[in-house]
């Protein structure tokens, strides 16, 4: 299970915090490991991935099955995550369904705070740490018992029911997540990115 420290260290690394550093540090100021666990209180941190193309300028979205909305990949930590990237990477694959993808950054790329409504049990509000990766969009994704559909869309076409908060940090995650990618690799490919395939 990720560590108080690693947690910290990730957040502290993040590219840009939204203006959520404070509020993150108030959290595991206050809760200590139990903010890494979805039973350990009400506020907890999650882990996300925003899956982009920068060839086709789209982005790869889950349409979630209790939200109701279109989203990145992400969700709660679990036991064996040893980091919130790994966590962020085991979303996306199970997710997503793509066979193959390659990390932006091992950084994360943004860090949001939101309140959750309806159907999310105990669950009041997720510190979510956004990570990033690349695909093309002949990759075809599949749809997990988590979601409703998973599809590509180009940041000019977004679908209407995205969730409330990404009308408009969407296009600004993606432009953080083509940035990294192409500081990190200016001929496509970054050295330190990691190819990630689906556990069988």
Known sequence: MITLDTARAEVAGAVRTGGFAEAFAQLFAAAGPAALVRQGTAEHVTASCLVVDPAAEAVLLTHHRRARRWMQFGGHLESADASLHAAASREAVEESGLDSFTWVSPAPIDLHVHDLAGDFGTCRRHFDVVFAAVAPVS??????????????????????????????????????AVEQFDRAAPEGLSPAAEPLTPRG
């Not at 869309?153 to 408009?168: G, H, K, N, R, T």
């Open 139 to 176: 990759q075809l994704p599949a749809v997990s018992e988590e979601s409703l559909d998973v599809a590509w869309f180009p940041l000019s076409q977004l679908p209407e029911a995205l969730m409330p908060d990404l009308v408009v940090r969407l296009p600004q995650l993606y432009r953080s």
